[in-house]
């Protein structure tokens, strides 16, 4: 596969992911605005950020709709959902002919839906952030496009070369944004392990639950028993709730492998031992083990170990040198 082709299938599938869960945090934190007083509210929105890798262009200054209307709206923000979706789209117009038309038509859908004139508009935020259009219809309406796109990417693309570098990208980003939204819960849950969850402490459980998807998967292993040890068992090392970040990382290892199967590369070696060591880290590791250490850490090199990753796709498959390509 051309080297340009595998670029904008891996960033066209990050930033489909990138968008999804940047509106996935927006929803859940906007319906905890119900239940909550002004100062768990700057905690929230505070940790929100975190979650999303403290993007440069976004600050906290105590409104929530003000901050909402940035991550969703500002194309001058290249970590709002708006930005992402159009890069996505920018990168999947590129490799047209690599793509299915049903998988086309709903990411360009989707692209016309948020970039239409009157979205350009200032007073159309206002008008969805000042609830005369509820932003959660929005935002929800974002998820279910998103995900039809991706249904839309397994049902009528062929599961070949191309395919796996689309689940490459969707689950690097995966695995990195879920390590970073512990991260973020980190001080307000994990220290308070072994408590049961009640009032205030419940709801903020549950948004980490609700905000990776997992609130009735983990109702149904654990019931709704919510503590932080099991939460961060589920959200880390479950193995079949693919929005854990264990399953992102199998899911990974499995398209690595078979592009490297499909290309027959030679210099595969650090790649493939970058990502089964994280593979290895997160498949015999127990919930015990990491409470006893240091969480943060353990987290941060999950992390950078993707990072690395990132960068080993780059130097084998995308941007290598002539003389690189010829030894295979």
């Given at each position: ?9 891996y ?9 999804e ?7 859940v ?55 992402c ?59 279910e ?79 709704a028993?919510?503590?932080p ?36 590369r ?22 015990d083990?990491?409470?006893?250490g ?17 960068e ?17």
């Amino acid at each position: 596969m051309l080297s340009r082709v595998a670029d904008s299938l891996y960033w066209m599938s990050r930033y489909i992911e990138r968008a999804e869960h940047t509106t996935r945090l927006l929803d859940v934190n906007l319906n905890l605005m119900l239940d909550e007083s002004a100062t768990s509210a700057d905690r929230r929105w505070q940790r929100m950020i975190h979650a999303l890798g403290n993007p440069k262009s976004v600050v906290w200054d105590g409104d929530p709709y003000a901050l909402t209307r940035s991550l969703i709206f500002d194309t001058g923000n290249k970590a709002s959902i708006v930005s992402c979706i159009v890069s996505a789209r920018e990168n999947s117009r590129q490799v047209r002919e690599q793509i299915s038309t049903e998988q086309w038509h709903r990411l360009n859908s989707l692209y016309l839906q948020v970039t239409r004139p009157e979205m350009q508009s200032a007073l159309h935020a206002e008008a969805i952030m000042a609830g005369s259009e509820q932003p959660n219809e929005f935002l929800q309406q974002v998820i279910e496009a998103i995900h039809q796109f991706q249904g839309v990417t397994d049902s009528t693309m062929s599961h070949g070369e191309g395919w796996q570098f689309i689940q490459v990208g969707r689950y690097i980003e995966r695995a990195n944004a879920t390590a970073l939204l512990i991260e973020a819960y980190h001080a307000d849950l994990w220290s308070l392990s072994g408590r049961i969850a009640e009032g205030k402490e419940f709801l903020e459980w549950m948004g980490l639950l609700r905000s990776a998807t997992a609130f009735e998967a983990y109702c149904k292993v654990y019931t709704a028993d919510l503590t932080p040890d099991r939460i961060l068992e589920f959200v880390l090392l479950n193995a079949e709730f693919p929005h854990s970040l264990r399953f992102a990382i199998d899911s990974l290892q499995h398209a690595l492998e078979s592009i490297n199967n499909d290309s027959g590369r030679t210099r595969a070696e650090p790649l493939r031992r970058l990502s089964g060591r994280l593979q290895a880290m997160l498949s015999y590791s127990s919930v015990d083990e990491i409470l006893n250490g240091d969480v943060v850490a353990y987290l941060r090199g999950i992390q950078i170990e993707c990072r690395a990753i990132h960068e080993a796709i780059y130097n084998l498959y995308i941007d290598y040198s002539v003389q690189a390509a010829l030894a295979g």
